[in-house]
């Protein structure tokens, strides 16, 4: 339910836009107001009386409106909300907000703004896939913009792939979420996830098998019970979560410097797969077989980012989570990895190949703790993080 919550909804201008009158009903039927803003482009697609009609509220589409600005000036607009929302964001309008543009009033609003922010993309599947929307995307994500969709299936242009936009209840869905008042509203919480790669030269890296399936599992239990979720990940096999700030990295120098960037934060919860050397020295240029021979690669240590987040003497989080991949004595390594990382609690799991844990869809951990080790039965990645979650919001709130 979004009782008394005040959406405004930014209606940009794509074939979509027809989705978000029906929007606005499931919207309302669910107990929020909603505002409508329609761009130029929107008004092309849809009227703004039946958006008007629909939220039984007034529509804004003009920045230098009089009357407007008399009313509600649009910085009063953009603050007034619990969560804008922009449906459908096309890519003009993903492009116009990663580049910080304000030459409109849904852009002017977008910019003057302090509200969360969910954007529904919609566009061609090669608007979506072009180097510059990916970009724009992976900014905005950077920035704290939350996503939904888009969708992948056929297109009002005839064409088929990913950029349709999501349907309206997947959007209320996410607008639910994203206003949830579950155990950890108003905690702000790290996760790190995926592998690193660690270049040998600009075409060759080193890596590991991690899928980043569990790290992205846990992202999105804590968002499910209210957490602001900070992701960081490495190039993952999974797509991240949605409706959490993502910050993507490569290496595990950029993985720390990102984690440094995310603090303060209520709780740290370390599930990446951390390189723990890089390649010293990478080459700049692709190593070449007939020229440089048998290359032989000297290798330097990585921050060991948990452990110096647990150390921390000034903005340590209250509750820092480490995981321990081990193929061997699981308990006694982890636990002994606990005290070297000095972390609060680690989530130990036997990563040996005959678990089929690694990249697989199913996890079995031991949680271990100042008052002991706890035993976990096998089950799903989705499972454990649900637990993991409820665990983390239980001892934030004492
Ligand atoms: N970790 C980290 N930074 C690193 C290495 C690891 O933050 N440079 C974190 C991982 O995210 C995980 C925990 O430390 O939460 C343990 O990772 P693991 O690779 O199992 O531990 P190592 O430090 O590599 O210890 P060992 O080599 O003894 O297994």
Redesign the pocket.
């Known amino acids: 339910m979004l009782a008394s919550k005040r959406i405004l909804l930014i209606i940009g201008g794509g074939i979509a836009a027809y989705k978000s009158l029906d929007l606005i009903r499931r919207i309302k039927e669910r107990g929020a107001t909603v505002t409508p803003v329609l761009t130029r482009a929107a008004e092309e697609f849809v009227t703004p009386l039946s958006a008007s009609a629909l939220a039984g509220e007034k529509v804004y589409r003009a920045l230098f409106d009089l009357t407007d600005e008399a009313e509600m000036g649009h910085i009063q607009l953009s603050r007034s909300a619990d969560l804008i929302v922009v449906a459908p964001a096309t890519a003009d309008m993903m492009g116009k907000m990663a580049g910080g543009l304000a030459n409109d009033l849904a852009s002017t609003l977008l910019m003057a703004t302090d509200t969360p922010v969910l954007c529904a993309p919609a566009m061609n599947v090669r608007m979506w896939d072009h180097p510059a929307t990916q970009r724009n995307l992976e900014q905005l994500q950077e920035d704290g913009v939350r996503f939904v969709g888009p969708n992948e299936g056929d297109m009002a242009c005839g064409e088929y792939g990913p950029g349709r936009m999501s349907e309206p209840l997947e959007i209320v869905a996410a607008i639910e979420a994203q206003l949830a008042d579950g155990p950890l509203k108003g905690k702000r919480i790290l996760v790190?996830s995926g592998p690193?790669h660690e270049p040998i030269d600009p075409v060759r890296y080193i890596a590991n098998r991690s899928s980043g399936a569990q790290g992205t599992a846990l992202a999105r239990a804590l968002s499910a019970l209210g957490a602001e979720v900070v992701f960081v990940t490495g190039p993952a096999d999974v797509p991240p979560p949605q409706g959490v700030q993502v910050v993507h990295v490569e290496t595990?120098q950029q993985?720390?410097n990102a984690?440094d960037a995310a603090l303060p934060v209520d709780a740290g919860?370390?599930?990446?797969?951390?390189?723990?050397w890089h390649v010293a020295g990478a080459s700049d240029r692709k190593l070449k077989k007939s020229r440089d021979g048998l290359p032989s690669l000297a290798f330097s240590?990585?921050?060991?980012?948990?452990?110096?987040?647990s150390h921390m003497e000034q903005g340590r989080p209250a509750l820092v989570?480490?995981?321990?991949?081990?193929t061997n004595d699981v308990l006694e390594?982890?636990t002994?990895?606990r005290d070297?990382?000095g972390?609060d609690w680690?989530?130990a799991n036997d990563v040996s190949p005959a678990t089929g844990i690694m990249g697989g869809s199913e996890n079995a951990v031991v949680l271990i703790s100042s008052s002991g080790a706890e035993e976990w039965p096998r089950m799903g990645k989705d499972a454990v993080a649900d637990r993991l979650a409820q665990k983390i919001a239980e001892a934030l709130a004492g």
């Not at 919860?269 to 723990?276: I, L, N, P």
């Not at 240590?301 to 987040?309: A, G, T, W, Y």
């Open positions: 790190t690193t595990a993985m720390s984690v919860v370390f599930a990446a797969a951390v390189a723990d240590e990585n921050p060991d980012i948990l452990k110096r987040v989570v480490g995981f321990a991949a081990e390594n982890a002994a990895k070297r990382k972390c680690i989530v």
